[in-house]
């Protein structure tokens, strides 16, 4: 499963970018284009950060699973669920449990200021995110995917 991971802090604008590069309200199955022509990703998208929709990494991995697809894209928070911080870790644990699954972390974006201290060489920070329009951040983070 490859996967695409946006991550933010509440008022970064996660969701609007989720429904902005896939057209889903919630979550959704979506073919999308990647550059160069290759063969279409049958992407699940969900909107909204998992700690704050309360699915846990298990679940999520179960759950993106069912929709049978080969690719995902999901909104993390950087920081875990302050109510509830066992079960919905931060950012940083997530994807340490896609990656034990045998997920491949295609790409992150981090809108705003706080990635969590995640590191990767597929990591790129969007810091405007949260004030620049909302087809501006998507064109960059479309970009940074690899999709048309």
Request: charged share 20%.
């Amino acid at each position: 499963m490859d996967a695409y991971i946006v991550i933010g802090n509440p008022n970064t604008r996660k969701a609007s970018l989720v429904r902005s590069l896939t057209g889903c309200f919630n979550r959704s199955v979506r073919d999308i284009q990647p550059l160069a022509g290759r063969t279409p990703l049958r992407l699940y998208a969900r909107v909204g950060s998992l700690q704050d929709t309360r699915a846990t990494p298990e679940d999520f991995i179960a759950e993106a699973g069912r929709a049978r697809c080969n690719a995902v894209l999901c909104c993390l928070a950087p920081s875990a669920n302050p109510d509830h911080a066992e079960r919905y870790p931060d950012a940083a644990a997530y994807l340490a449990a896609f990656k034990a699954a045998g997920w491949r972390i295609k790409a992150i974006a981090v809108l705003g200021q706080n990635g969590g201290g995640v590191r990767s060489p597929n990591l790129m920070p969007f810091p405007q995110a949260p004030v620049a329009p909302i087809n501006h951040t998507a064109r960059a983070v479309r970009a940074h995917f690899g999709w048309e």
